[in-house]
């Protein structure tokens, strides 16, 4: 379900902030006032969530090793052995 922004426009209430975000599905009507202090709002008009390379790239031993993670594939009988990630990390690990 996509997250709609929000925005008071008459103040806020006891506990609120002037800009809020809301789950809705679609096909529900817009928010007209804050269900937390009941004031009037209107839907802010914002940028998609963008996502930049794709999953395998970020994903990939090269990039995972870059930023400190270790990456490891099991070899069988229950051990594992590193197939990306620093230097000080094991070799292999067992179960």
Known sequence: MPIYEYQHTDGTGEG???DFEAVQN????SLTNCPRCKKPVVKKISLPAHH???VKDKLSDQNLSK???????????GSY?????????????YK
């Open 52 to 54: 930049q390379g794709s």
């Open 67 to 77: 930023h400190g993670f270790s990456k490891y594939v099991k070899a069988g009988d």
């Open 16 to 18: 609120c902030t002037t």
């Open 26 to 29: 679609m096909s529900e009507s």
């Open 81 to 93: 052995e590193k197939a990306a990630g620093p230097d000080e990390a094991p070799a292999t690990i």
